[in-house]
């Protein structure tokens, strides 16, 4: 019973814990059961415990002594978890979640337990649905990739950020192509791997990482070879869902030929030593250790009630009000010539703004998506925020940068992108208004947003969104787009101000009334 007893003590704390946060806890579960990149989220748990069923005979000789002052830690991740969770950042209280976890098995067990647990407990940060930022970085790095690699090959290409060209056919690298699936499959499987295969940390480290690089390049060999395939085949080959079936079994050997390299300078499990054999070299303080147990499940009690009360302002949904007429300032004019039928795909905003501009010849759409109160699902700082659905019909993004241009030289940026269909061009700037500053970093928002949020403020936010026609280098549209967000900014921030102040007011006295 004894070698069962720490393991028996890991998994109440994980049931109190999840019994704490259960929204938090049954979110990873949805999106393991409806995303295949993340499905693999169902054997982490499993794969942890059975790392800690290893280790039962060492960690029944080894010696518990409680550490309360690691509460305060506890404290600092339940206020971090109360931010994500009023901000709606998922991947950022289901981080903190496990960190929690991690946290209550330090305090309660002390630090020579978690040492000797740290491999297993940190595993489970594997089963977090992470990796979406990573998406566009790695399908610029694979096209960038694919392309030269053609050029070094000999093959004619003309590219357009994330489309390229052969004379045998065209291709696009789109968010399947990324390579992220392939990235965290590698690293989970690295470190599991680092971790049964070596005894120093520092090999363990070396293979993680090269678990992490290796895929990157990898994906950008198996974008190539997919292509080269299409092009000698005339198109015939790889030009389908096959070429997804290629991607798999490529990788699958690459995650061979990384396993076999790693073998070579594996280390010796060491036998149990005699040591182990025995009993703890100290008693197992039992009164300490359920009430330091019984303070830290109180102390992540507080978040979740403090989370809903609140939610109660943030529960309150003001009705439908207009965003006051944006007129033309500073030589521009309001015309009914709209420039395309393309619109962004934003997720529930309350108000939809859409005007066009001219001014001597250039022509602007201006597009704003209000939100009177940030919630999942309906926010202005969103991954579900795009300006297209993955394969549009009709529309292509060409490249988004993350390079930003200040068109007021005071620091105030913007994100740029290029659109085009089959006759169409557009270079679109794009940013988030909250509460009253204009900024392209949606770290930078969600600051704002818990700015607010802590000083008792219904959070509004908008996403601001400028489109303007180019015909062959997108360079030369920028001093239109420079030129509109100059004369046209001030106006713009006035009525969203205007309608934040309405919004605010409204929620104000719904407050009152009760």
Known sequence: MAAWAPLLGLVALLVAVVAIYPDTAFS??????????????????????????????????????????????????????????LTGIQ????????????????????????????????????SVPMGESLIRPMMNFTADFTVRALELTGIPVYSE???????????????????????????TLGFLYAYLTYQKAWK????????????????????YMIVM????????????????????????????????????????????PQSLKGEREHPVPVGRLLVTAVLGLAVLAIWPLMASNIAERQATTPPAMALGELAGENGWSLTDRRLSTWLPDYENPQVEYFRSYEKDGKRVDLFIEFFPRQQEGSEAVS??????????????????RSRTSEPEGKGFSVLHSALMSSSQRFLIWRWVWMSGDNTASALKAKMLEIRDLLVGKTAAGAGIVLLTPYEERSEKAEPVLEE???????????ALADLSERVNAYIDSQQESR
């Open 28 to 85: 990873m579960v949805f999106i393991w059961e409806r995303s295949e990149t993340y499905a693999h989220g169902f054997l982490i748990i499993p794969i942890a415990a059975w790392l800690l069923y290893r280790l039962r005979y060492r960690l029944a000789v080894t010696d518990i002594r409680p550490a309360p002052w690691v509460l305060i830690l506890l404290a600092v991740g339940g206020f971090l978890w109360l931010l994500t969770e």
């Open 91 to 126: 991947v950022g209280r289901q981080l903190m979640l496990v960190s929690l976890y991690l946290g209550m098995v330090l305090a309660v067990f002390g630090w020579r337990f978690g040492l000797r647990v740290f491999f297993p407990m940190v595993f489970l940060y594997f």
């Open 161 to 187: 950020g994330l489309n390229f060209y052969l004379p045998t056919g065209s291709w696009s690298i789109v968010e399947g192509c990324s390579g992220v699936r392939y990235l965290i499959a590698s690293i």
């Open 204 to 223: 363990q480290i070396l293979f993680i990482l090269l678990s992490a690089g290796l895929p990157v390049i990898a994906n950008g060999v198996r974008a």
């Open 229 to 272: 395939i299409g092009h000698l085949s005339d198109m015939k080959l790889a030009a389908g869902v096959d070429h997804l079936i290629y991607g798999w079994v490529f990788f699958g050997f690459v995650m061979l030929f990384l396993f076999w390299l790693g073998s070579f300078w594996r280390d010796e499990e060491p036998d149990l």
């Open 383 to 400: 991954s579900g925020n795009r300006l297209i659905v993955e394969k549009h019909p009709v529309w292509r993004q060409l490249w988004e």
């Open 484 to 494: 509109f967000v100059r004369d046209m900014r001030p106006s713009i921030d006035r």
